[in-house]
């Protein structure tokens, strides 16, 4: 079932114009993307979660708001969508995550000892409506994820997407490599 969206709004990034709609159903989501008219693809997909602590404040701990902005880059050239959702710490919230922070700071447990002390699991996240809000851009099956996700993966093959990834060159802080190290280890993302 297509899920219903508003209409395009537009707005300017760096020079460039993007688009962005809301399903009707769910302010917690927003697609993002340059043009859709995506040809055959492959089509590049990012499902991206909120992190306030590095996308508004540019904390160094984590990679979140540096795979947002090349990625918004990337769009520029490569026609593809990105689905941004409010959903901060993998799904737990802000307050937990600024829970399971302390206790990382406090007893230098890593994030995903972290969320089990607080009762979660390591992603809390589903990306079932992610991979349905997909569809309802009419996106090619083809679709290359910038992600190491297999969770996010998985939702999209569900949803009967050809998935291939895309392959995320950037730059890293110290402190970055440390928590894709810590995710690799403990979440299974695949390192690349
Ligand atoms: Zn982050």
Redesign the pocket.
């Known amino acids: 079932m297509s899920i219903e969206l508003t209409e395009p709004i537009r707005i300017t990034r760096k020079g460039f114009d993007y688009w962005i709609r809301v399903p009707l159903s769910d302010e917690s989501h927003a697609i993002v993307y340059k043009d859709d008219n995506f040809g055959d693809g492959p089509v590049l997909v990012r499902i991206h979660s909120s ?1 306030l ?3 508004a404040i540019g ?1 160094d ?5 540096h795979q947002l902005e090349s990625f918004l880059d990337e769009l520029k050239t490569s026609p593809g969508l990105l689905i941004y959702s409010f959903e901060e710490g993998r799904g737990i919230g802000l307050l937990k995550k600024c829970e399971a922070i302390g206790l990382q700071q406090a007893q230098g447990l890593n994030t995903s000892d972290a969320f089990k002390e607080l009762g979660f699991s390591k992603d809390e996240r589903d990306f079932d409506f992610a991979a349905k809000l997909l569809a309802s851009m009419n996106t090619p099956k083809d679709i290359r994820i910038e992600s190491n996700n297999p969770l996010k993966i998985e939702a999209l093959q569900r949803e009967g997407f050809n998935v291939k990834q895309a392959h995320l060159d950037m730059n890293r802080t110290p402190e970055q490599e440390k928590y894709l190290h810590e995710k690799s280890k403990c979440l299974g993302h695949i390192k690349n």
Not at 61 to 65: A, F, K, L, Y
Request: aromatic share 10%; hydrophobic share 20%.
């Open positions: 992190c602590f590095s996308e904390a701990d984590c990679d979140c708001g």
